[in-house]
Nanobody, 127 residues
Framework: DVQLQASGGGLVQTGGSLRLSCVAS????????IAWFRQAPGKEREGVSI????????QYADSMKGRCTISSDNSKNTVYLQLSRLKPEDTAVYYC????????????????????WGQGTQVTVSS
């Protein structure tokens, strides 16, 4: 079975940091790109960042560019999202999702393009 297990969320104060993890299983990790999305109450799911398991290329959405870093450990089938300088507006459920990786880089597509989704991890930033 395909599984994406997201973890690492929690409650932090404004300006704080968190590292989210997404552990993948059930598919060939280096043939896929893993993206992080987030969804705040009453808002649409929005992409945050993506990394290719094939070649390590990354892309960031403007919403968190400069305040997050995506990385992966292919030996552990795991993608990380380091969040820093968090703001209350970053409060959301963060999800990881997988899509087949192409060659020549990655593009952070809209949510409906992704095949597999994890269950989400809650990030709450207090003011």
């Amino acid at each position: 079975d395909v599984q994406l297990q997201a973890s690492g969320g929690g409650l932090v104060q404004t300006g704080g940091s968190l590292r989210l993890s997404c552990v993948a299983s059930g598919f060939t990790f280096d043939e896929y790109a893993i993206a992080w999305f987030r969804q705040a109450p009453g808002k649409e799911r929005e992409g945050v960042s993506i990394i290719s398991g094939r070649d390590g290329t990354v892309q960031y959405a403007d919403s968190m560019k400069g305040r997050c870093t995506i990385s992966s450990d292919n030996s552990k089938n795991t993608v990380y999202l380091q969040l820093s300088r968090l703001k209350p507006e970053d409060t959301a459920v963060y999800y990881c999702a997988a899509i087949l990786a192409g060659t020549g880089g990655v593009v952070l597509l809209s949510a409906d393009a992704y095949y597999f989704w994890g269950q989400g991890t809650q990030v709450t930033v207090s003011s």
